[in-house]
């Protein structure tokens, strides 16, 4: 799986891309944000309040319920505002 992170989450991952291995456990959007923000402090911060975080999966807006499966590319960012 690759994991992509933008603006402000990139800042606080420390990272702008990473492959994982997806756990047998993770199984949707939300299981695999638990699952990263377990995986260093800056992870933490940067899913600390989920919900200022929007996801897509495989290049489409997504829900937290969206399933994911190794193989995914998987996107997380700030919400998107217009102007």
């Not at 756990?23 to 638990?34: E, H, S, T, Y």
């Not at 800056?42 to 997504?62: K, T």
């Not at 994911?68 to 505002?81: I, L, M, S, Y």
Request: proline share 7%; hydrophobic share 45%.
């Amino acid at each position: 799986m690759q994991i992509l992170y933008f603006a402000w989450v990139r800042q606080k991952v420390g990272l702008g891309q990473e492959a994982l291995d997806l756990p047998p456990d993770v199984r949707d959007v939300a299981g695999l944000i638990r699952h990263l923000a377990g995986r260093s402090p800056g992870h933490a911060a940067a899913f600390a309040n989920a919900r200022q975080i929007r996801a897509a999966v495989n290049q489409e807006f997504c829900a937290v319920d969206h399933p994911v499966r190794n193989g995914d590319e998987v996107a997380f960012f700030p919400p998107v505002t217009g102007g």
